[in-house]
Every structure is written in structure tokens, then in C-alpha cells.
């Protein structure tokens, strides 16, 4: 029996997704236009158990930010520093080794690591950071380093693309996460982040990087300046590719938050718009295998809710989260196991540790 929906235009999406029909771009824009949330809901939570039944996946990780000092000063971000700034730092291998040594005795098997571009690091530096990495933490997967730092990279060493990856491949980059895409549009370029790398540089390195077999994830910086229909074409964009490479892993959603950013004012996202950011992607993006709902940003209780409208992860423990925690974010830094299992149980879903290619990790 077909559900009622009280929006009527949404029954003629819900049988095109029950028919693996792919999404149009004005069935993206009628998901955001609608008024029935818990009809956009229905029908992503139908993808989501057809594709995992009731898991809900989290994984085991640390993040290490090894500097704030960068150069692109984008205008949405409260974390990055000019080098002679108060609060701006760089870690060293000294402090690395010490960043992952205060957690050794944790069953960590991710090590998710980002940082801004700092003008002072070369080549070497990231080869180092890898192998110190690898060497202290030789079991843990290394999710390193955005499509802008491997543009940065290819640039300070006079290496390709491809020889840039190479290398970093043969030092320990297991994955890379999704940062560094925002919204994949030339007016929101210009307008927010005119020194980064644009959409197109964005989408051919992601696309190189798949072809040397690196998987990557993918994200969207939403609740900004961007409209609805470039929230779609950035989802269209990303499914484009995954079409040519199945590079990507998960997609995830990011919430902007404005404190201590160039755009101050500007409110932040409504739990509306959150969960359907995340029940549009689940329905766009009928080709990526999972959607995070990222707890950091929308908060613990949004993203518990958000499991049943396409999310199927919650991402991590995290353990010490920075860059949102900076522009204003007021969930907790990070989460024990026992929090994460507690928060997926009480969603009604059954909790699933995994590592960084979603291989399930059994644990006492
Ligand atoms: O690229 C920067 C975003 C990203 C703000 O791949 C902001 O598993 C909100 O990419 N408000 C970095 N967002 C974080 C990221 C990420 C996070 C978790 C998991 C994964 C993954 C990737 O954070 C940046 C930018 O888009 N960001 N400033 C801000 N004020
Ligand atoms: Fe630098 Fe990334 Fe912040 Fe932009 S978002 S200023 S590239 S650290």
C-alpha cells in the first residue's frame, strides 16, 4: 500500500525512487520547496533501509589539525590564521608524535587530518607527516588532506597531480575526506572563497584521485549565500562523477556556522533545512553508498533524528573537533563509543562500529 503524502506532488517522486528512476534536478528543488518534511523523510528512510536495514554505522577516530596559518582566508572560515596572528600555530613532528601518543591506549582506527595551507611547510613536511602517522599508528587508516591542500601540494613541490598523489600514497594516505568543495558553483567562489581552488579544479583532482584508486568523501557547505538550486547542481555534480569513478564513499553535509567568521550575521541553519539537506542527498545521490549526518555540526540530537531521514553514519568519536568548535558550534568535542551506541540505540537503529571502507570492527 502506497503512503499518503500531504504534499501530492511528492507520491510521484516516491514511486519513481521505489522504480530506482533517477532524481531530476526540479524533484531536488520540489524536496526543499515542499512543506512536508515527514514525506521527504518517508521517502529517504526507504532508501536508506533498502541499502542498510536498520545499521547505523560510526567509526573509532581522532582528528589531528597540524596547522591554523593559511593563506585563502575563505570568508565562512572562523579557523584559519595569518602566520604572525595571535593563536596561529604549526605542529611540529615532535607534537604530532604527541598528539598521537596521548591517545595511544584508544582503539583508534582512523586518523582524520586536515589543515589550512601554511606558506612555511614544504613537500617534505607531508611525506614526514604520513610515515609518523603510519609509525605510530600502523593499524589505523590515514583520511588525509583535501583536493585544495593536493592542488597546494602539486604546486609547492613541481610535481603533477598524479606524481603528487603518488607520493602521498606510497607515505600512507589510505583516504581522503570530503572538505574543500563547499558548493560547487562559480558565483559562490567568487563571492566566498576567491583564492581556493574553483568547482572545476575541485572536481578534477577528486577525479584523478579516484583513478589512483584513493577513495574519497564528499561534502557540501550549506546555510550561507547559496540557493537552493545550487545546493542541487552541486549534488548533480558530485553524482556525475561518481557515475564515471565510484571513488566516493560517503557524502556529508555541513551546516555553516558563523561566529568569529567574515559573515557574522547570518543565522544559523534551521533543523528543517537539516534534515532536508540530508534527505535531499540520500535521493539525489542514488549513487554514493552513504550519507553522514556529521553530529559536530547539526548537534547529537539533530543527527539522531536525522538517521531517519537518509543518514546512515554518524561519523566519530572524534575526540578533539576544532574547526567547527571555533566558528561557534556547541556540541560536545568529542564522544566516547559508549555515547555514540547509546544515541544510535535510542534512535530505534542498531549500532555499527566500522573502519574508514566500512568493514565492520567487532568489539567487547
Ligand atoms: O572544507 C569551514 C567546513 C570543512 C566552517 O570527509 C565549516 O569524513 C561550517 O570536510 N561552518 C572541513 N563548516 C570539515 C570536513 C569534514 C568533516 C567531517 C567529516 C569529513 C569526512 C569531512 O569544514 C571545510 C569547510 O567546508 N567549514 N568553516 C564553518 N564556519
Ligand atoms: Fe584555509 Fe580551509 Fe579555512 Fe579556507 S576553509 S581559510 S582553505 S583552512
Known amino acids: 500500500m502506497n503512503p499518503t503524502f500531504l504534499d501530492h506532488r511528492l507520491e510521484d517522486i516516491y514511486l519513481r525512487v521505489k522504480n530506482n528512476s533517477r532524481l531530476s534536478k526540479e524533484d531536488g528543488i520540489l524536496l526543499y ?7 521527504v523523510g518517508y521517502i529517504a528512510d526507504h532508501v536508506r533501509q533498502k541499502r542498510h536495514g536498520k545499521q547505523a554505522y560510526y567509526v573509532y577516530n581522532q582528528h589531528l589539525n597540524y596547522t591554523n596559518v593559511c593563506k585563502n582566508r575563505c570568508a565562512f572560515c572562523a579557523y584559519a590564521k595569518d602566520r604572525d596572528e595571535n593563536g596561529a600555530y604549526t605542529w611540529d613532528m615532535t607534537e604530532i608524535e604527541n598528539q598521537l601518543l596521548s591517545r595511544i591506549d584508544e582503539p583508534v582506527n582512523e586518523l582524520h587530518i586536515v589543515g589550512g595551507l601554511n606558506p612555511d611547510l614544504d613537500f617534505d613536511y607531508f611525506i614526514a607527516l604520513l610515515k609518523t602517522v603510519k609509525r605510530i599508528r600502523p593499524r589505523a587508516a590515514v583520511k588525509a588532506f583535501t583536493c585544495v591542500e593536493i592542488d597546494y601540494l602539486s604546486q609547492i613541490s613541481g610535481r603533477s ?12 594516505l589510505d583516504m581522503m575526506p570530503g572538505g574543500g568543495a563547499e558548493v560547487l558553483s562559480k558565483r559562490i567562489h567568487d563571492r566566498l572563497f576567491p583564492k581556493k581552488i574553483g568547482h572545476e579544479r575541485w572536481l578534477e583532482i577528486v577525479e584523478a584521485v579516484h583513478n589512483q584508486g584513493i577513495p574519497t568523501n564528499a561534502t557540501m557547505l550549506y546555510g550561507h549565500v547559496e540557493t537552493v538550486q545550487e545546493r542541487i547542481d552541486h549534488l548533480i555534480q558530485l553524482r556525475e562523477i561518481q557515475d564515471r569513478t565510484g571513488g566516493f564513499s560517503a557524502f556529508i553535509p555541513l551546516a555553516f556556522h558563523s561566529q568569529n567568521t567574515q559573515l557574522p550575521d547570518l543565522p544559523p541553519t534551521t533543523a528543517v533545512e537539516d534534515l532536508k539537506t540530508i534527505a535531499a542527498a540520500r535521493l539525489m545521490l542514488d549513487n554514493f553508498d552513504h550519507i553522514k549526518a556529521y553530529w559536530v555540526m547539526i548537534g547529537e540530537k539533530l543527527a539522531q533524528a536525522a538517521l531517519a531521514f537518509g543518514a546512515d553514519d554518524l561519523d566519530g568519536t572524534i575526540i578533539e573537533e576544532r574547526i567547527t568548535h571555533t566558528a561557534g558550534a556547541r556540541s560536545a568535542k568529542g564522544l566516547t563509543r559508549e555515547q555514540m551506541e547509546d544515541m544510535i540505540i535510542m534512535a530505534g537503529f542498531e549500532p555499527v562500529q566500522r573502519d574508514s571502507f566500512y568493514n565492520r570492527i567487532d568489539h567487547e
Open 33 to 39: 520547496d515542499t512543506h512536508d518534511l515527514i514525506g
Open 161 to 172: 597531480i598524479e606524481q603528487t598523489i603518488s607520493a602521498l600514497k606510497e607515505a600512507g
